[in-house]
């Protein structure tokens, strides 16, 4: 098998600068030790492994999240009532109740004031009933 003139010039330089003077077990073993990684991979005491770099990637996942709320929303209602009068006949009725009540105090007067001034007759007449004359004090009829 030949080997490129390129590739023969590189392998006989780097082996006269590291003083290899078995050029062709160099090239033999070179062959081997690149057959066996290419069938094999590295070997395992890592000397022909490449350096494996871990990484920890942190991955930031953004989820949207639906979430129902209950909502109490409080509303005014207002209920509108048809009014069945308007302002002039509430101010005649009311005046009307004033009127009637105007005479219930007036008579209720009337009949507490009847009774409460009797006449001075009728006052000696049930004193004189009873044996009492005159009040404590009063100088009537002694």
Known sequence: MELPNKLVTDIWDYCRANNITDIDGFITK??????????????????????????????EVIKEVVKEVEVVKEVEVIKEVPV??????????????????????????????????KPVDDIYREETKTGTKGRFGSNLLD
């Not at 030790?33 to 070997?43: A, C, D, P, R």
């Not at 002039?88 to 001034?117: G, N």
């Open 30 to 59: 070179m062959t081997r030790n690149g057959f066996t990684i290419e069938k094999y991979g590295y070997s395992p005491d890592g000397s022909n492994a490449p350096q494996v770099v871990e990484k920890e990637v942190v991955k």
């Open 84 to 117: 069945e009068m308007d302002m002039t006949e509430h101010r005649a009725k009311i005046k009307k109740l004033e009127d009637e009540l105007a005479k219930v105090i007036q008579r209720d007067i009337d009949k507490m004031v009847k009774e409460k001034s």
